[in-house]
């Protein structure tokens, strides 16, 4: 690095003689320094650090410290090691602190100065790592790399050249960079994808609709659909593209689609309504969606359509043909909410015409004794997720709370059947909302149980606290976890039941028991300990997180409103033009009885000049009458 870069011992950054940042990218001067005394000021700065995930407290902060950014690339884990990788806009260096804890030999660039300090603090105790002060353009190496790394870098192209096939130009000098065998991970918004579909506003732009338009202007940041990408990366040079699918998207992925899922999935059959109505979209929310997520991905998914409406696109590229991923795998989750040493990740294994699970934990930590436990490995069972059944009910328009009814009462007939076979419990018991429980059943809810052709299985119960629990608290998780889960919901018949609390206490008495504030509250404080227990997270309740349902208006009666409003506005504007045309006749009326008023006024003064003349002449008839009296009265007087 000597002789281009001067190392700043107080950023602890590389940064290029007579540099001058030319991009413009930041999240704010007080937001970013606040990010990094708070890095500063952790002990642990780990990618699962539980530390770092206590300062979260909105978007910016959750993208800089979220335990989730690094499962982007946890499925190319074994890649890395040993490698000499290129990270392209590192920005605060949550993947790059993933990078260099695969024990990859790292070098990352990042324009501002800013933001490559708080990279250089994230990685402060990882040798393996070099943060770059630098822009890609004019970044100097007298070496080539077995790896890049862009991470929400690609569309940022076409905003920083003038070039007309700007994107096609970076891959090209990117290329420049790279070791002949080998591969670069791109991860990129889809123009296409479907949440922009349903109303969320664009990533860049931050406009409703803006890529469905294709309104891109230049000198804007451009995301493409899957096909125009593709091509764009093969003109490139890069003979070798596999799409791997993020879920939600790129930037807080929990699941994660390998390439060519939907043609192995054919001969397996894993049931892809409980995979994708599963998926949280609490940290990516701005807008109501227009229809439901958790619903329309596994129609999108059954008509072949995943790999072109996904959110998001994460392409590994390589010249040569060789096979570097794992081919086996179908898809991957990831638990990363949870406390480090209880992160785990869970693997589909396709073998032949059969699916297994295997899961393990992400880090060798220490763990509570049985708290979690899981098995390693087992088959992957057919069926479909009970807590499909709820996404498919409370997603049609005014569904009623008997419906949700049903749905629960199955759950919990099946919860019964699944106590009662295991510990020779009574059907009367179960009339006991106090009726105490082993608590490794505090998992057994919908989202766990299998619906199958000839029955039901429980799956994934792997919590356990060692002790009792009551059965309506095992109830209220059913529920609660479940609403939970959804992204959106139709109107009810009852909008009443947009409250969860209302909810709640139709659901229980649905069930034939009676839930009272008391009791409910007790639920929150278990939900909070239970949290507290397996997650960073310090509460005391968890009443009021989710308090009510994301209610979406009625398409059909936005749009019949929308008649009415251009109806009106059109009679408005009618009315408008006829009030226009009254007003000038108004005007002229307004003139004549103002010439009215002058003809009238001068009528008056004419008037009042004719009773001026009149009684002048009164008063002169007045005194000639006297004076004429004064005349004759003496000869009347000499008269008589």
């Known amino acids: ?67 989730k950014r690094a ?91 003038q070039e007309t096939d700007a994107t096609f130009q970076f891959l090209v000098h990117l290329k420049k960079y790279l070791a002949a065998d080998g591969f670069l991970i791109t991860a990129i918004e889809n123009q296409l994808g479907l949440k922009y579909f349903s109303g969320f506003q664009e990533d860049h732009a931050g406009v409703i609709m803006h890529s469905i338009n294709n309104n891109y202007k230049p000198g804007e940041a451009t995301t493409m659909g899957r096909k125009k990408l593709l091509n764009v990366f093969e003109q490139a040079g890069f003979g070798k ?48 969606p ?48 949870l406390k480090k040493e209880y992160c785990k990740q869970t693997l589909f294994r396709q073998q032949g015409d059969t699916v297994k699970v295997v899961r393990n934990y992400l880090t060798d930590a220490l763990r509570a004794e049985g708290l979690i436990s899981f098995d390693q490995e087992e088959p992957a069972y057919s069926g479909i997720l009970h807590h499909y059944g709820l ?13 949700a009814g049903e749905w629960l009462l199955t759950w919990f007939n099946c919860l019964k059947m699944e106590l009662a076979g295991t510990y020779g419990f009574k059907d009367a018991d179960f009339s006991r909302i106090g009726l105490k429980v082993k608590s490794r059943y505090l998992d057994a809810l919908p989202i766990n149980l299998i619906m199958q052709d000839d029955g039901f299985r429980f799956i994934d119960l792997e919590l356990d606290l060692h002790e009792d629990v009551e059965l309506g608290y095992i109830i209220f998780r059913a529920v609660y976890v479940g609403l939970s889960r959804l992204s959106s919901v139709a109107p009810p018949a009852d909008m009443k039941y ?28 278990n939900e909070a300990r239970l949290t507290r227990s397996v997650t960073p997270v310090s509460i005391t309740t968890v009443k009021g997180a989710v308090s009510r349902l994301r209610v979406r208006p009625v398409i059909n009666e936005i749009s019949e409103s929308h008649n009415q409003i251009q109806s009106l506005q059109m009679k408005l504007a009618s009315l408008e033009g006829q009030l226009v045309t009254l007003e000038g006749e108004l005007d002229h009326k307004q003139a004549d009885i103002n010439n009215l008023y002058v003809q009238v006024h001068e009528k008056q003064n004419h008037i009042a ?25 003496p000869f009347l007087h000499s008269f008589f």
């Open 391 to 403: 996404v498919e009910t409370i997603n049609r328009n005014h569904w009623t709370i008997e419906q």
């Open 241 to 288: 593209n596999e799409l791997f699918l993020p879920f939600p998207d790129y930037k807080m992925p929990t699941l994660v689609f390998y390439p060519g899922f939907n043609e192995k999935n054919e001969r397996c059959q894993v049931s892809i309504e409980s995979i994708l109505s599963n998926i949280s979209y609490q940290d990516q929310q701005q807008n109501m």
């Open 609 to 633: 000049g004719l009773y001026h003349e009149i009684h002048s002449l009164s008063t002169s008839r007045k005194r000639m009458v006297k004076q004429l009296i004064k005349r004759t009265l």
């Open 71 to 161: 499962n982007l690339l946890r499925p190319f884990t074994a890649l890395f090691k040993g490698k000499t990788i290129l990270e392209v806009g590192c920005g605060g260096g949550a993947i790059t602190r993933f990078l260099g804890e695969c024990c990859a030999q790292v070098y990352a660039i990042e324009p501002s100065l800013r933001r490559a300090s708080i990279a250089a603090e994230r990685c402060r105790d990882l040798n393996n790592v070099t943060i770059i002060c630098d822009d890609i353009a004019h970044f100097q190496s007298n070496r080539v790399f077995d790896g890049i790394i862009q991470v929400g870098v690609l569309e940022y192209a076409t905003r920083y050249s």
């Open 498 to 525: 947009s409250e969860v609390e209302n909810i709640l206490y139709a659901l229980f008495a649905y069930l034939g028991f009676t839930l009272n504030d008391s009791l409910l509250d007790n639920y929150y404080e």
């Open 1 to 67: 690095m000597e002789g281009l870069y001067r190392f700043d011992p107080e950023s602890k950054v590389w940064i290029r003689k007579n540099y001058e940042n030319q991009i413009e990218y930041s999240d704010g001067a007080a937001v970013e320094t606040a990010i990094y005394e708070q890095l500063k000021k952790c002990s642990d700065v780990s990618v699962l650090s539980d530390e770092l995930e206590s300062h979260i407290h909105d978007w910016i902060s959750l993208c800089f410290f979220s335990k």
């Open 290 to 337: 227009l229809f439901s997520l958790d619903k329309a991905l596994p129609l999108i998914a059954q008509n072949d359509l995943l790999y072109d409406l996904s959110n998001s696109f994460c392409i590994f590229s390589q010249n040569t043909p060789e096979h570097r991923i794992d081919e086996e795998v179908l898809f991957a989750f990831y638990r990363t909410e």
